[in-house]
C-alpha cells in the first residue's frame, strides 16, 4: 500500500483540487494534467458526478493516482473507497474517515488548522496532513511554525494558494505538495477546454521546477 507520503511526493509539488460537473471529463482532465507530470488528482465529493469520476479513473486511468476530497463521513469514505478511490481528503480530521482509511488500508490525509490538531494527528501515525485554510490559519508562517515543533510531520497547505503564492509554500522543508483549485478552474473543465488546462499545467510545471530545493 502507498502512504500518504509517497503519493505526495508523486504528485510533482500540486495536488489539483478538481470539482466535476460531469463525469466524462475525468479521463481529457487527467490526460490534459498527465502530459505535464500532474498524474495525482483529487476529486472533491461536492457534486453528483464525483464518484462516478472516481470511479472512471481508478478504472481506465493507468497513469493517474486518484483520490476523493472533502470526504466527511463514514458513508462517503466507504463510498469513495469502493469506487476505487486511492486515497481520502477531509478539510478536517474526522475520527468516522479515519477509521475507513484503516478498515481499508488507504491513506488519509486529515486537514488540520491548529497546532493542538497536528500534535493529535502525528500522535495517531499521520507522518503527512492538510493545513486547511491555509491562507487563513497563517499560511507560510504557520508552516514555518509547524516545522519547529513537528518537523517530521509533512504538510500540504490548501485553501486560497495560487500560481504565484506556491513558490513560497514550496520553499519550506516540511511542503513536499501543495493544494490547488487554480490548476483546474472549473469552468474551464466544464467547457472542456483541455488545451487550455494543459497550458496551464505547463506554466505551473514550469514554476514548481524554478523552486529551491
Known sequence: MS???????????????????????????????????FSVLEITLRTS???????SLAQHGEQTTVGAG?????????????AGAQFLVSPGFSQAVH???????????AG????????????????????????????VEMIKALNSVLPELMICP???LSLSTMPDYLSQPNVP?????WLVPRGLIHAGEWSALADLAAQTAALVARVPG
Not at 509517497?6 to 481529457?28: K, M, T, Y
Open 158 to 160: 490548501t485553501g486560497g
Open 70 to 82: 472533502t470526504v466527511l463521513s463514514h458513508e462517503q469514505a466507504v463510498v469513495a473507497c469502493d
Open 177 to 181: 505538495c501543495v493544494g490547488g483549485s
Open 49 to 55: 458526478a464525483a464518484i462516478d469520476g472516481i470511479r
Open 112 to 139: 488540520i488548522a491548529t497546532p493542538s490538531e497536528a500534535i493529535a494527528v502525528a500522535g495517531l501515525g499521520y507522518q503527512a496532513a492538510k493545513l486547511f485554510p491555509a491562507n487563513v490559519v497563517g499560511g
Open 3 to 37: 502512504s500518504m507520503n509517497s503519493i505526495l511526493a508523486r504528485a510533482n509539488s500540486v495536488l489539483p483540487v478538481v470539482v466535476l460537473d460531469d463525469a466524462s471529463a475525468a479521463l481529457p482532465l487527467a490526460d490534459a494534467l498527465g502530459g505535464q507530470g
Open 99 to 109: 477509521q475507513v482509511a484503516v478498515d481499508r488500508g488507504v491513506p488519509y490525509l
